[in-house]
T-cell receptor, first 114, second 115 residues
Framework: DAEITQSPRHKIIETGRQVTLACHQT?????MFWYRQDLGHGLRLIHY???????NKGEVSDGYSVSRSNTEDLPLTLESAASSQTSVYFC?????????????FGQGTRLTVV | GENVEQHPSTLSVQEGDSAVIKCTYS??????FPWYKQELGKRPQLIID?????GEKKDQRIAVTLNKTAKHFSLHITETQPEDSAVYFC??????????????FGKGTHLIIQP
């Protein structure tokens, strides 16, 4: 079955370290998104991509970067992790059909910056 | 950008009663309004959505209504059951460049079904 998977599921890193969260989907969706979820804030958009080599900033993009070298993957990198980036991160994907369609979410990655 | 407000933040209802969650949005260009259910420790999952050319949509015990003029939409759950206990998120987005913009989410409603 087609799926969207994130790895790792849990990660603890030290402040100032770089970390990359992986997102892989097998639906061949063009659109991919990264959100962070924090208590009291819901889900907030970090970065998104409409296709290979396309990336766009979302509402809370500072301190994060993404790259899209193929259709299946959108890795999220924290160049120098800060405690404020402790959060649960969700990747999502949708088809590009000209109409808004259902977003399918990965299982989430719980990141703790100490 | 878009701003979505969601109320209440917590809602406790007796099993069998109805629950209503309300959201407002700010961007008149938004045309897609999904609702997601998230159980503890799980990923958000779509339960129902509505597009701006429709005023109401129903799927068994859940329904969504949309008032474009007032820029608000609501989720209605009838005959609530224990498995309805979860956090519910409303969201809004608009079409852009043939693809789908990211969703702007409300902050969530924790629905508690009392036995």
């Amino acid at each position: 079955d087609a799926e969207i998977t994130q790895s790792p599921r849990h990660k603890i890193i030290e402040t100032g370290r770089q970390v990359t969260l992986a997102c892989h989907q097998t639906w061949n969706h063009n659109n991919m998104f990264w959100y962070r979820q924090d208590l009291g804030h819901g889900l907030r958009l970090i970065h998104y991509s409409y296709g290979v080599h396309d990336t766009n900033k979302g509402e809370v993009s500072d301190g994060y970067s993404v790259s899209r070298s193929n259709t299946e993957d959108l890795p999220l990198t924290l160049e120098s992790a800060a405690s404020s980036q402790t959060s649960v991160y969700f990747c999502a994907s949708t088809k590009a059909t000209g109409r808004n369609t259902e977003a399918f979410f990965g299982q989430g990655t719980r990141l703790t910056v100490v | 950008g878009e701003n979505v407000e969601q109320h209440p933040s917590t809602l406790s209802v007796q099993e069998g009663d109805s629950a209503v969650i309300k959201c407002t949005y700010s961007d008149s260009a938004s045309n897609y309004f999904p609702w997601y259910k998230q159980e503890l420790g799980k990923r958000p999952q779509l339960i129902i959505d509505i597009r701006s050319n429709v005023g109401e949509k129903k799927d068994q015990r859940i329904a969504v209504t949309l008032n474009k003029t007032a820029k608000h939409f609501s989720l209605h759950i009838t005959e609530t059951q224990p498995e309805d206990s979860a956090v519910y998120f409303c969201a809004a987005s608009r079409k852009s460049g043939g693809g789908a913009d990211g969703l702007t989410f409300g902050k969530g409603t924790h629905l508690i079904i009392q036995p």
